[in-house]
């Protein structure tokens, strides 16, 4: 399909292109298969590389390992079948115990086709070595690395960390052939220009750059944090990213609608909602989350109320109403004491003494397993209240995590306004119908 767009248009994809940004490099070859380009910035003062390292999971180190190993394999095959698994969990135990590492060389660097070397400067969200830090298996850990400005017209370079891909057991991160939007600086000027221009319409992947960094909210300092990125399409693939110190994270994602959920030791877990479906071109954005200590969320005070006690007046305190769930059937219940501000997620203080005896009766029964479920009333866009609905049961479940349920026993999902316990007819009804509840999935 063709499109007509005007010389104002054109003018701005020129100005684009003398931003001088790759997303999603061409590389013609490169020494390990878990590292990745997301995209190359040159500005007016270095040129930007962001990276993303994905380790392996637990399953591919134990191949790795075998593979290296052979006789230690066929030993393994001789054991018993009871024997074999008790083995290869110790193996998995000290994997995890042990762990890989990453870091970067701080003798890297770019070189050109005619051997300008650009020297590597500093680098973000990963330790310089000799310093390291421990990856978890199965994540993704996202970093940049920056060097010294490339010249204008050197649009294919090397990275090397490394003269070989591997040395003394460390293996580097060498990029071979890879394309750069760097081109020879002209003027804008030189287009000539047209009333109307016809131009064939893109087809190529629209590519999102989300990054910024976690904040702590009373002293605005940097946190170490664990965030993860949940489309609310089921089709697209969750992300997730562990930060160092520093706190900074970057997201390479595509045009959706997205959850994003902010959690570090210490600090109470939030969530951010970004809906991005709207995007038609690729676009940078930079968004700080900020978390406030858990220090400094007070508890709900006991309900107070007068009494007159043998004639005199007395001050007591009146316990408050059951805050237990309230049974709909043998495995349905409510969390009728559960608050959240009128078309908010988040999560009112109000409500922790009912999710606690969650927590309790999760801890209670280690088998136990979950769904948590919202449901709004029938006020308002019904698309715009499921996605409230699915973020509400999102964040009881982050809280369930946060006191240490683990999440693979709890599911949550949204049903709007789709199916009321009462008529929306009043707003004493319509507050009724807007409740989380949780069904008991196995016991």
Request: charged share 25%; proline share 4%; aromatic share 10%.
């Amino acid at each position: 399909m063709k499109r007509f767009i005007s010389l104002f248009a054109v003018l701005l994809a020129c100005q684009s292109l003398i931003a001088q940004t790759t997303m999603d490099p061409k590389v013609t070859r490169k020494s390990s298969n878990d590292t990745y380009i997301n995209k190359i910035l040159i500005d007016d003062n270095y040129t930007i590389v962001s990276m993303k390292y994905v380790s392996k999971s637990m399953q591919e180190q134990m191949e790795d390992y075998f593979r290296q190993n052979p006789e230690e394999k066929k030993q393994l095959d001789r054991l018993d079948s009871s024997t074999r698994r008790y083995v290869m969990d110790r193996m998995a135990r000290s994997f995890t115990q042990g762990g890989n590492t990453i870091s970067f060389q701080p003798n890297s660097y770019l070189l050109s086709k005619d051997g300008q070397r650009f020297k590597f400067v500093k680098a973000s969200s990963i330790p310089v070595s000799p310093e390291n830090i421990i990856v978890e298996a199965d994540k993704r850990y996202y970093f940049k690395i920056y060097f010294e400005k490339l010249a204008p017209g050197i649009e294919t370079v090397d990275i090397i960390e490394g003269e070989s891909a591997k040395s003394g057991g460390v293996s580097y991160w060498n990029f071979y052939g890879v394309e750069v939007n760097n081109p020879e600086e002209q003027s804008v000027k030189s287009i000539a220009p047209k009333p109307e221009i016809i131009v064939e319409e893109q087809q190529s992947r629209i590519i999102i750059s989300l990054a910024g960094q976690v904040l702590d909210s009373e002293t605005n300092e940097s946190i170490a944090a664990k965030i993860v990125c949940v489309a609310k399409d089921p089709n697209v693939k969750s992300d997730s990213v562990i930060t160092s110190k520093s706190g900074e994270y970057e997201f390479i994602i595509s045009p959706d609608d997205y959850l994003y959920t902010i959690s570090a030791t210490g600090y109470e877990s939030s969530e951010e909602s970004f809906d991005l479906s709207f995007l038609t071109s690729d676009k940078t954005f930079t968004r700080n989350f900020y978390l406030t200590p858990l220090s400094m969320m007070s508890e709900v005070p006991p309900m107070i109320e007068e009494e007159i006690v043998e004639g005199r007046n007395e001050i007591i305190i009146k316990a408050e109403e059951s805050t237990s769930p309230v049974a709909i059937d043998e495995n349905t219940f409510q969390l009728n004491k559960v608050y959240f501000d009128l078309g908010q997620a988040s999560i009112l203080p109000e409500s922790y003494g009912q999710l606690e005896g969650l927590v309790g009766m999760m801890r209670d029964n280690p088998k136990m397993r979950i769904q948590v479920v919202g449901h709004t009333d029938n006020q308002g866009n019904s698309k715009l209240n499921k996605r409230l609905s699915v973020r509400r049961a999102f964040g009881v479940r982050q809280y369930l995590i946060g006191q240490g349920i683990d999440g693979k026993r709890i599911k949550f999902k949204g049903m709007g306004g789709s199916t009321p316990i009462i008529q929306n007819d009043t707003e004493e009804n319509r507050s009724n119908n807007r409740r989380v509840e949780f069904i008991i999935l196995e016991k």
